[in-house]
């Protein structure tokens, strides 16, 4: 989704203005506890990061440019809460715990002392392709001017423009298809080297270059038109 989150590249909004200290990861005291849920939440098993990524970007224009970073995920969770079962909105507004705290649809359950373990093993949305990558490091490709409706990982200021496969990362799960229909879909991931001249016109640094992760049904031979 092509929303205001999406707000690389875009004209108007000035250099970024860091008032926060850089070490303090969690400046404001409820961001810590968020945090902690949005963790226990995320490996239950109920959705995933693409989803939940997804649901940040419902936050309506005005509240996400006047709010931070955490008020972004806890417009995010409530939102996928909700969508899930896992609490009511009477709960919510009367700041009441659910009758059942562990929902019976929740696949895991993240207790305390397997947080240290979890957070340590990671994860990984590596998977096996369907079929050999279509593109080369050296290949020159455009990226698709589409704009969907729904989640999607190309930002905007990369739409029609040119650049070059710099890596093949292999294949990943598809966001804008695990998002939409729960398909993983994987699809090969390509680095692809933009000038700053063909992303931003002129005013690009001459010397500089941008690179940007993009799935292969974002790209085109750079031959062929972007497709509006």
Known sequence: MHGI???GGMHGFGPIDVHEDPHDHFPEPWQRPLFGLVLAMGASGLWNIDMARAARETMPAADYLASGYYDHWWHGLVALLLEKGVVTSEELAAATPPADPAPAS????????QVPAVLAKGATARREPAGPPKFRP???VRVRNARPAGHTRT?????GKVGEVALHHGA????????ATGDPDPQHCYAVRFTAAELFGPDG???AEVMIDLWAPYLLPAGEAAHD
Request: glycine share 4%; net charge negative; with cysteine.
């Open 106 to 113: 929740a696949p895991r359950v993240l207790h305390p002392d």
């Open 5 to 7: 989150h999406d707000l």
């Open 138 to 140: 050296g290949d020159r």
């Open 155 to 159: 930002p905007r200021y990369c739409l």
């Open 172 to 179: 990943f799960v598809f966001p804008d298809s695990v998002v």
């Open 205 to 207: 640094d001459p010397k």
